[in-house]
């Protein structure tokens, strides 16, 4: 087997290569953990919304059965039967 030997130019053009991938497999790598870290983010928004909407849901019932249907304004403080 013959053995070449390559010019510094194109050696310094490899290793240029060679370290641009580097660099773009390192910016992939922060990418997705920054990925993985917001998804466990919103899993956690998820769960208080569910919540949030239990607790709306649990309040409409107790108003409705104590005052029934009808239409409620927070900035007067009032509730208007229908």
Do not use: P
């Not at 030997?5 to 953990?33: A, C, P």
Request: negative net charge; glycine residues 4%; proline residues 0%.
């Amino acid at each position: 087997m013959e053995v070449i030997k390559l010019e510094d130019q194109e050696i310094k053009s490899l290793k240029d290569l060679q370290e641009e991938q580097n660099k773009l497999i390192d910016s992939f790598g922060t990418i997705e953990y920054q990925i993985q870290s917001l998804e466990l983010q919103k899993e956690k928004l998820v769960e208080n919304l569910e919540k949030i909407k239990t607790k709306e849901v649990e309040v409409a019932n107790t108003l409705n059965k104590k005052y029934g249907d009808g239409v409620i304004n927070l900035e007067s403080g009032t509730f208007s039967k229908q």
